[in-house]
């Protein structure tokens, strides 16, 4: 079995290194991964990644990569010397970009494919002309990039357990949008606790604000991992 402590993956959503530097050393013996997203990616560069990968953990490079495929499959290659241990891609950008990052990836860290944002409901969906329910239209997207070459999926809780029954028991499926009973929601559309997405087949849920915002993360990651 897999220790809770090992499902959860700590965004280190900060503007600098600075200020994600002490609380990435206050959670990082109480979780499996750390993140590296857009803000702090933008601020530091590679150089975030290798601090949080001296931690001595897996880093999560959370760059939702969209682009044509020359350019996804360069910025593949570059983020395969970083040190991260997963690179996020969207699966919207089509099967020809997700072959191709996975070629740039050159078997070196896994890329995992963004189905649809967390952030977004059912209308916004509507709004931005993505075709079915959320659900369809995450399934859709999640079998396009394993078919291409993903070796992972970004879902919602919402959608995850329809993942799994569509991709298998193979691909990791990376779930944000959790939030520990009683937290918050914030920008977030489809949420659920950490229990209830790794009941529903998540391997690993990416735990942010509640973690960040709250007086003591390491103790409450301890929480969320006894949870699951």
Do not use: Y
Not at 10 to 34: H, I
Not at 45 to 73: C, Q, S, Y
Not at 129 to 152: D, I, M, T, Y
């Amino acid at each position: 079995m897999t220790a809770g402590r090992d499902r959860i993956c700590a965004a280190l959503d900060f503007p600098t290194w600075r200020e994600a530097g002490p609380f990435a050393r206050a959670v990082s013996p109480e979780v499996g991964m750390l993140k590296v997203g857009l803000e702090l990616f933008a601020a530091e560069g590679p150089a975030a990644v290798r601090e949080a990968a001296a931690l001595g953990r897996p880093v999560f490079l959370d760059l939702k990569l969209h682009d044509i495929p020359n350019t996804v499959l360069g910025a593949a290659r570059a983020a395969a010397e970083s040190g991260a241990s997963i690179l996020s891609v969207h699966a919207s950008g089509g099967e020809e970009m997700v072959r191709a990052a996975a070629r740039g990836a050159g078997g070196r860290l896994r890329v995992i494919a963004v189905t649809v944002l967390t952030s977004l409901d059912e209308e916004a969906l509507g709004r931005i002309g993505l075709a079915g329910p959320s659900q369809e239209a995450v399934v859709r997207l999640a079998r396009l990039s394993v078919a291409a070459g993903a070796q992972g999926i970004v879902c919602s809780p919402r959608e995850v357990e329809a993942v799994r029954q569509a991709v298998g028991p193979g691909p990791l499926l990376v779930v944000p949008g959790v939030r520990p009973e009683g937290a918050a929601k914030g920008d977030q559309a489809r949420v659920a606790t950490p229990a209830e997405a790794v009941r529903a087949g998540a391997d690993v849920v990416v735990v942010g604000r509640p973690l960040r915002e709250g007086p003591d993360p390491a103790a409450l990651a301890r929480a969320i991992a006894a949870t699951l």
